[in-house]
């Protein structure tokens, strides 16, 4: 069992930046992959930036260049931080843990394990 709790969301204007945080606990999720998912209403969950236990990491296009995933072990937690940030960034963010991510790093069914959610959203 793994509990991933995530917190950083707010309003934030075009262009500013932001960090998200999640911490993370549980038997042996050091050996995970862990990512970032976002969701709009009516939409489906879209993976954005995920990393394994081996520090590969993998980004949603649209996003590559801007967002930079990364754990601290140390701390147990997952950050995702966010620049040049656009109204299009607004949404609901999860963090999620999977056991294996090989049939796909950013696919949604991979992951079993997910927080609550943190709303950011971007302001034009």
């Known amino acids: 069992q793994v509990q991933l709790v995530e917190s950083g969301g707010e309003t934030v204007q075009a262009g500013g930046s932001l960090r998200l945080s999640c911490v993370v606990s549980?038997?042996?999720?050091?050996?995970?992959?862990l990512g970032w998912f976002r969701q709009v209403p009516g939409k489906e969950r879209d993976g954005v930036a995920t990393?394994?236990?081996?520090?590969?990491?993998v980004y949603l296009d649209s996003v590559k260049g801007r967002f930079t995933i990364s754990h601290d072990i140390a701390k147990n937690t997952l950050y995702l931080q966010m620049s040049s940030l656009k109204p299009e960034d607004t949404a609901m963010y999860y963090c999620?843990?999977?056991?294996?991510?090989?049939?796909?790093?950013?696919?949604?069914?991979?992951?079993?394990?997910w927080g609550q959610g943190t709303q950011v959203t971007v302001s034009s």
């Open positions: 999620a843990a999977a056991k294996d991510c090989s049939g796909g790093y950013l696919k949604r069914d991979e992951y079993t394990y």
């Open positions: 990393i394994d236990n081996n520090g590969r990491t």
């Open positions: 549980g038997n042996n999720y050091k050996r995970y992959c």
